[in-house]
């Protein structure tokens, strides 16, 4: 699944992501999305280049694998930093996958930029900014430049990640196998990555929801990807994963979305997905399956 964030952030509380690209309706993460990110091994016989303070220069990278942080731990990074990381691949058929292990920046004032490309006109994959881990992040275009950028205020102690580089997107997430720079997912499993569970939760077989072919197919009174909300009495407080940007709507932020009751359609105009400004009408019917 594509999944895409768009949010902001309150300085009392930490920040959200801002811009890495997913459409969420009343979300509630799949098993495949819980707990922590896969974490990326290093070749044999590589080792890790040792971390060194951030200091307005341009590192670049050519490896396989490795890991990029803003300094030692233990240590905040500087006041007005402006620091890149140029990650190359060895052609432009190759993914570079940046997974975080630590985030902690001015949540606001102090970002982290990740650009598929090798320049900062090149595509906005994300920006980040508080202390929330961003969700793995993917280039396509065979490079990959991250920028840190800071204020003349305060400072946290920064971001860690690791990267991959990799014949297919985040290597099929082990799930798959890479053919001609494309994924072929194993068993239910699917996404250009086939990090996407096809049958959530098993469709709420044990309960009676649904059964699982190919997807989730509901019963006639329940609804959504795993077949967990009841059409006609939902449980309250609770979040369920309704649909995903692998259907059609395109990811976006700022936008209008309209509910229509008639056609159970949802109706989404405008906003920007990082680069443009988008003046699409886009329609997606929320039926059960």
């Known amino acids: 699944m594509d999944r895409r964030i768009a949010g902001g952030c309150r300085k009392s509380s930490g920040c959200v992501p801002v811009g890495v690209t997913l459409l969420l309706l009343l979300h509630s993460a799949p098993l495949w999305a819980q707990g922590e990110l896969p974490r990326v091994a290093a070749p044999p016989g590589q080792t890790n280049p040792p ?123 082990n799930r798959g196998k890479c053919v001609n720079h494309k994924c072929i997912c194993h068993g239910d499993w699917m996404g250009e990555d086939c990090s996407g569970n096809a049958c959530p939760d098993r469709c709420g077989e044990e309960e009676g929801h649904g059964v699982c072919s190919g997807e989730c197919r509901c019963r006639d009174e329940y609804s959504g990807q795993s077949c967990s909300l009841h059409n006609s009495h939902p449980v309250g407080n609770e979040w369920h994963w309704l649909s995903n940007s692998i259907e059609g709507l395109s990811p976006r932020a700022a936008h209008t979305a309209v509910y229509v009751p008639e056609t159970d359609s949802l109706y989404v105009f405008g906003g920007y997905d990082l680069n443009n400004i988008l003046s699409q009408l886009q329609a997606d019917a929320l039926k059960p399956h």
Request: charged share 20%.
């Open 51 to 173: 971390n060194q303070p951030c200091d307005r220069t341009r590192r670049i990278f050519t490896e396989a694998y490795g890991e990029i942080s803003d300094g030692p731990s233990g240590f905040n990074y500087t006041q007005d930093s402006h620091c890149e990381w140029l990650i190359k691949a060895k052609n432009d058929s190759q993914y570079i996958t940046l997974t975080f292990r630590s985030m902690g920046t001015e949540c606001s004032y102090d970002y982290i930029f990740v650009y598929d490309g090798d320049s900062f006109r090149s595509p906005l994959l994300g920006s980040f900014s508080g202390k929330t881990e961003p969700q793995q992040v993917v280039a396509t275009s065979g490079s990959m430049l991250i920028l840190l950028y800071s204020d003349t205020n305060y400072v946290l102690d920064g971001f860690k990640a690791e990267f991959s580089v990799t014949n297919c997107p985040n290597n099929c997430t």
